[in-house]
């Protein structure tokens, strides 16, 4: 055991001396053994450590640029580039190495690697000076890591003390250093620190403490941060100022001691309180991330159409964000100040977006949200659209593809699927025949699915698709919205862009956020996506000012109409099964899970969806509640138009108007003779109007035969005429006027009776009127005569101003009978007034008439 203990000096002579005696022996066979030897030792240690390096790095990550990049918070700015929030991992300024002045770079240096730009990557004289200083200055005093291993850790290792990731921590260490220039490293290096705050960059540290750029630093600020790297959290200058100032203190005095500042700068400097020194809590900024759900559709946007990670990559990211109308949503959701919500479960998707181009202005992402980027329903949501999606998937793709018009008739009636399965209204009644623009501002279905039927199933989702609404799969009942299963659904969102394209003369933009993103090298990126034509013209004016009908009475969505803004727009609702209803014990069918309103002006587009998270909730009829969508529709409508000017929609030239003959079907244009209250004014393709013109008032018998004759005796015009009926039951309408005014009468005889005033001219037009159609008119017409007294003294008619009532002559000779005036020699049977002599009645004398003046004597 003794043997075991001697010192190095004792064997080693003990080695020699048996060597020596064995030299003496057989001294070159023993020197070329123990040569053999140290080879053979050698190569085994040196195979030995090759072995075990190679073994320990075996695993050790590629230097992979990518990672060496620093993770930098991209900025978001709204659509007048001014900046909204910040986007990122974690919140980070960057510096470059130009933007980092000496006073920041020599107080890393003196604290982390004051050799850093001696070595290569690995310093043995830092190490073992790392060790002094942890003696000399206190436990922490320097790290043993370089700069270049502490870039490499922080980017490709974990924090774990093992032999295994301090060997591979030198490998990659150097490396680095023969890929990249030391300002370059150092540049990672100050860029990647943590400062607490959920922050990282010496940069961001200078902001958040401070309120300053790195140049502005002032050497007790620039020795604070640097030395926050070793213990972040623990050196935050916010919540622990006086173990922050004592690290800071120890920063001085190495910059010091390696000769970066004069004793004079290190006292003064350690003057300087941290706690006064750094930001009052009035001036800090809050970490508030406002403008959620838009942000969300950001996020979602840059990951889905490009490769770079907006949470590490530090893009300038050009959006579509109109913030007032943002702050306007947020408001109108989440207090019921304008809208009454009926509990706080009550939830709403809203999506509002520039109907021209594509471009999001607000999300309402859902009411009294939890949790930071939880679920968006304006861009989340896949329910089923209900009555909104008939435009979209039925009336649309009908007037695409089969050219109907404005007045295409179809018939509200009970149907049947290609399958057999029989198919009525949620209400079971049935209005019959109407135009499709009637079916669309009542909601009918079953028109909706004859129209789907009839445009065929393959063309209409293509449409749909079109128009960005994402369906892989089309049944019948998708006619109505029904669409099956819970992963099968639109968005707000969605439907938004699909309705906007309506409104753009059939142009589609996909719904975006972003139109521009900025590099950090300044290199700018296009992202708006391109437009494209999803339909013609002549179809998305059709649709649109259908949907204008849907908010007049008696349409379906008079609730969202704003006076004086022209506005298209449809609503939906959805249904519940029978064994839904069942299952969850809901006892209404009036009851609905989903709620819509979709519409636009040719400024803005909004779509908004309404219900519950759990389907199994049901929108009540209660108050306004199914009506909510619309109520919000109409207030952000208000809102956002308030300051703009809103024309209306303009008809293209492929659209002609046409007057078509009501109830006509299948519809004939309006003839001449069609009576005003059956005509109405529709819209048809250009090329495609109908080509017959209606008969049915063109045909109507006129009456014939018109006599107008006066009757002395009566003193009245007897009018007849004639008429063949042939089997109807006409009724007649005549109309007479005397000169000065004119009147109307109907009748069911072929014959009328007036009374005629005497020197007067009458005319007269009769027409036949035969289930509500008007025929063309006859007339007649017949003079009546004056009342005269000629040399005779013959009074027409018998009538005079005397009243005088007897037929004769009257002058001074009267010898007929009848009243005589101032008659002294009435030789005639009656009274005189001037008469003493027999006879009956009493004598007056009245005005003077033509012909002479009579006294008015009335004959017996």
Same mark, same amino acid.
């Given at each position: 055991?003794?043997?075991?203990?001697?010192?190095?000096?004792?064997?080693?002579?003990?080695?020699?001396?048996?060597?020596?005696?064995?030299?003496?022996?057989?001294?070159?066979?023993?020197?070329?053994?123990?040569?053999?030897?140290?080879?053979?030792?050698?190569?085994?240690?040196?195979?030995?450590?090759?072995?075990?390096?190679? !073994?320990?790095?075996?695993?050790?990550?590629?230097?992979?640029?990518?990672?060496?990049?620093?993770?930098?918070?991209?900025?978001?700015?709204?659509? $007048?580039?001014?900046?909204?929030?910040?986007?990122?991992?974690?919140?980070?300024?960057y510096?470059?190495?130009?933007?980092?002045?000496?006073?920041?770079?020599?107080?890393?240096?003196?604290?982390?690697?004051?050799?850093?730009?001696q070595?290569?990557?690995?310093?043995?004289?830092?190490?073992?000076?790392?060790?002094?200083? =942890?003696?000399?200055?206190?436990?922490?005093?320097?790290?043993?890591?370089?700069?270049?291993?502490?870039?490499?850790?922080?980017?490709?290792?974990?924090?774990?003390?093992?032999?295994?990731?301090?060997?591979?921590?030198?490998?990659?260490?150097?490396?680095?250093?023969?890929?990249?220039?030391?300002?370059?490293?150092?540049?990672?290096?100050v860029?990647?620190?943590?400062?607490?705050?959920?922050?990282?960059?010496?940069?961001?540290?200078?902001?958040?403490?401070?309120?300053?750029?790195?140049?502005?630093?002032?050497?007790?600020?620039?020795?604070?941060?640097?030395?926050?790297?070793?213990?972040?959290?623990?050196?935050?200058?916010?919540?622990?100022?006086?173990?922050?100032?004592?690290?800071r203190?120890?920063?001085?005095?190495?910059?010091?001691?390696?000769? !970066?500042?004069?004793?004079?700068q290190?006292?003064?400097?350690?003057?300087?309180?941290?706690?006064?020194?750094?930001?009052?809590?009035?001036?800090?900024?809050?970490?508030?991330?406002?403008?959620?759900?838009?942000?969300?559709?950001?996020?979602?946007?840059?990951?889905?159409?490009?490769?770079?990670?907006?949470?590490?990559?530090?893009?300038?990211?050009?959006?579509?964000l109109?913030?007032?109308?943002?702050?306007?949503?947020?408001?109108?959701?989440?207090?019921?100040? $304008?809208?009454?919500?009926?509990?706080?479960?009550?939830?709403?998707?809203?999506?509002?977006?520039?109907?021209k181009?594509?471009e999001?202005?607000?999300?309402?992402?859902?009411?009294?949200?939890?949790?930071?980027?939880?679920?968006?329903?304006?861009?989340?949501?896949?329910?089923?659209?209900?009555?909104?999606?008939?435009?979209?998937?039925?009336?649309?793709p009908?007037?695409?593809?089969?050219?109907?018009?404005?007045?295409?008739?179809?018939?509200?009636?009970?149907?049947?699927?290609?399958?057999?399965?029989?198919?009525?209204?949620?209400?079971?009644?049935?209005?019959?025949?109407?135009?499709?623009?009637?079916?669309?501002?009542?909601?009918?279905?079953?028109?909706?699915?004859q129209?789907?039927?009839?445009v065929?199933?393959d063309?209409?989702?293509?449409?749909?698709?079109?128009?960005?609404?994402?369906?892989?799969?089309?049944?019948?009942?998708?006619?109505?919205?029904?669409?099956?299963g819970?992963?099968?659904?639109?968005?707000?969102?969605?439907?938004?862009?699909?309705?906007?394209?309506?409104?753009?003369?059939?142009?589609?933009?996909?719904?975006?956020?972003?139109?521009?993103?900025?590099?950090?090298?300044?290199?700018?990126?296009?992202?708006?996506?391109?437009?494209?034509?999803?339909?013609?013209?002549?179809?998305?004016?059709?649709?649109?000012?259908?949907?204008?009908?849907?908010?007049?009475?008696?349409?379906?969505?008079?609730?969202?109409?704003?006076?004086?803004?022209p506005?298209?727009?449809?609503?939906?609702?959805?249904?519940?099964?029978?064994?839904?209803?069942?299952?969850?014990?809901?006892?209404?069918?009036?009851?609905?899970?989903?709620?819509?309103?979709?519409?636009?002006?040719?400024?803005?587009?909004?779509?908004?969806?309404?219900?519950?998270?759990?389907?199994?909730?049901?929108?009540?009829?209660?108050?306004d509640?199914?009506?909510?969508?619309?109520?919000?529709?109409? =207030?952000?409508?208000?809102?956002?138009?308030?300051?703009?000017?809103?024309?209306?929609f303009?008809?293209?030239?492929?659209?002609?108007?046409?007057?078509?003959?009501?109830?006509?079907?299948?519809?004939?244009?309006? +003839?001449?003779?069609?009576?005003?209250?059956?005509v109405?004014?529709?819209?048809?393709?250009?090329g495609?109007?109908?080509?017959?013109?209606?008969?049915?008032?063109? =045909?109507?018998?006129?009456p014939?035969?018109?006599?107008?004759?006066?009757?002395?005796?009566?003193?009245?015009?007897?009018?007849?005429?004639? !008429?063949?009926?042939s089997?109807?039951?006409?009724?007649?309408?005549?109309?007479?006027?005397?000169?000065?005014?004119t009147?109307?009468?109907?009748?069911?005889?072929?014959?009328?009776?007036?009374?005629?005033?005497?020197?007067?001219k !009458?005319?007269?037009?009769?027409?036949?009127?035969?289930?509500?159609?008007?025929?063309?008119?006859?007339?007649a017409s017949?003079?009546?005569? +004056?009342?005269?007294?000629?040399?005779?003294?013959?009074?027409?008619?018998?009538?005079?101003?005397?009243?005088?009532?007897?037929n004769?002559?009257?002058?001074?000779?009267?010898?007929?009978?009848?009243?005589?005036?101032?008659?002294?020699?009435?030789?005639?049977?009656?009274?005189?007034?001037?008469?003493?002599?027999?006879?009956?009645?009493?004598?007056?004398?009245?005005?003077?008439?033509?012909?002479?003046?009579?006294?008015?004597?009335?004959?017996?």
């Open positions: 055991m003794a043997d075991q203990y001697q010192s190095r000096e004792e064997r080693r002579k003990n080695l020699q001396a048996k060597g020596q005696q064995k030299t003496k022996k057989k001294p070159r066979g023993l020197f070329k053994k123990i040569l053999l030897f140290l080879v053979i030792f050698g190569f085994i240690c040196l195979a030995a450590g090759v072995g075990t390096f190679a !073994y320990l790095v075996k695993d050790t990550p590629a230097l992979d640029p990518k990672l060496l990049k620093d993770p930098i918070p991209s900025k978001i700015l709204d659509k $007048n580039d001014q900046e909204v929030t910040e986007v990122g991992a974690v919140n980070r300024e510096a470059n190495y130009a933007d980092i002045p000496k006073v920041v770079e020599n107080a890393i240096l003196a604290t982390e690697d004051y050799r850093f730009y070595h290569h990557g690995i310093d043995p004289i830092r190490l073992g000076g790392a060790i002094l200083a =942890n003696f000399q200055h206190g436990f922490g005093a320097e790290g043993g890591s370089t700069i270049t291993q502490q870039v490499v850790k922080n980017s490709f290792l974990t924090h774990e003390k093992t032999l295994k990731r301090k060997v591979q921590e030198a490998w990659l260490a150097y490396q680095l250093e023969q890929k990249y220039t030391k300002h370059q490293i150092f540049e990672m290096y860029n990647k620190v943590f400062v607490s705050e959920n922050s990282h960059g010496i940069a961001t540290a200078a902001k958040i403490y401070y309120g300053k750029s790195l140049k502005e630093l002032t050497l007790a600020e620039a020795a604070q941060i640097a030395g926050m790297p070793q213990s972040p959290n623990n050196y935050n200058p916010f919540t622990h100022p006086d173990l922050a100032e004592k690290r203190n120890i920063v001085l005095s190495l910059m010091h001691q390696h000769g !970066y500042i004069t004793k004079q290190m006292e003064d400097a350690m003057k300087v309180s941290v706690k006064d020194d750094v930001l009052k809590p009035e001036q800090r900024n809050v970490n508030d991330k406002p403008f959620d759900p838009f942000v969300d559709a950001v996020i979602d946007e840059v990951k889905k159409n490009t490769d770079f990670d907006i949470f590490t990559d530090g893009l300038i990211i050009h959006t579509t109109d913030k007032d109308a943002q702050t306007y949503v947020d408001g109108l959701l989440n207090t019921y100040d $304008n809208i009454p919500f009926p509990d706080d479960q009550f939830q709403a998707g809203v999506a509002l977006i520039d109907t181009t594509g999001i202005r607000a999300l309402g992402g859902g009411r009294n949200p939890q949790v930071a980027r939880g679920f968006n329903y304006a861009i989340d949501t896949k329910r089923q659209p209900g009555s909104t999606i008939k435009p979209v998937l039925d009336y649309g009908a007037i695409e593809y089969l050219n109907w018009g404005t007045y295409q008739m179809i018939e509200d009636k009970p149907i049947t699927y290609s399958t057999g399965k029989k198919f009525g209204n949620w209400d079971q009644s049935y209005k019959g025949a109407m135009t499709i623009r009637t079916a669309l501002q009542l909601s009918r279905n079953t028109p909706a699915v129209a789907l039927q009839q065929g199933l063309k209409a989702k293509e449409f749909a698709v079109n128009l960005g609404i994402p369906l892989k799969e089309i049944y019948e009942s998708y006619a109505i919205g029904g669409f099956g819970k992963t099968i659904g639109v968005s707000p969102l969605e439907m938004a862009g699909a309705y906007a394209a309506f409104g753009n003369n059939g142009i589609y933009n996909k719904p975006h956020a972003v139109v521009k993103i900025e590099l950090r090298d300044g290199t700018e990126i296009d992202m708006a996506p391109k437009p494209k034509v999803a339909m013609k013209d002549s179809t998305a004016f059709m649709i649109t000012d259908m949907l204008k009908s849907v908010l007049v009475s008696p349409g379906t969505g008079t609730r969202a109409s704003v006076p004086g803004l506005i298209a727009g449809k609503t939906g609702t959805t249904n519940y099964s029978e064994e839904e209803m069942r299952q969850w014990g809901i006892t209404s069918s009036k009851s609905v899970p989903d709620s819509w309103f979709t519409g636009y002006t040719t400024n803005y587009t909004a779509s908004i969806w309404t219900g519950y998270s759990d389907r199994k909730n049901p929108i009540t009829a209660v108050g509640n199914q009506r909510i969508a619309q109520l919000i529709f109409k =207030n952000l409508m208000t809102y956002v138009s308030r300051d703009v000017t809103t024309p209306d303009t008809m293209p030239s492929s659209v002609v108007k046409v007057k078509i003959e009501r109830g006509t079907m299948p519809p004939v244009l309006a +003839s001449s003779y069609t009576p005003d209250s059956m109405t004014t529709e819209y048809a393709v250009k495609h109007i109908p080509k017959a013109v209606s008969e049915k008032y063109k =045909n109507i018998d006129s014939t035969n018109a006599n107008a004759k006066y009757d002395e005796t009566n003193q009245q015009i007897n009018l007849t005429w004639s !008429y063949n009926s089997g109807s039951n006409p009724k007649f309408e005549v109309t007479y006027s005397d000169g000065k005014n009147k109307k009468v109907t009748v069911s005889d072929k014959s009328l009776t007036i009374p005629a005033n005497p020197g007067t !009458y005319s007269f037009s009769i027409v036949a009127i035969v289930d509500g159609r008007t025929s063309n008119a006859a007339s017949v003079e009546i005569p +004056s009342p005269q007294n000629d040399q005779t003294g013959n009074v027409e008619n018998g009538n005079s101003n005397g009243n005088n009532n007897g004769g002559n009257n002058n001074n000779n009267n010898n007929g009978n009848g009243n005589s005036g101032n008659n002294n020699n009435n030789n005639g049977n009656g009274n005189s007034g001037n008469n003493n002599g027999p006879g009956q009645g009493n004598s007056e004398t009245p005005p003077p008439t033509t012909g002479g003046q009579t006294t008015g004597t009335n004959g017996t």
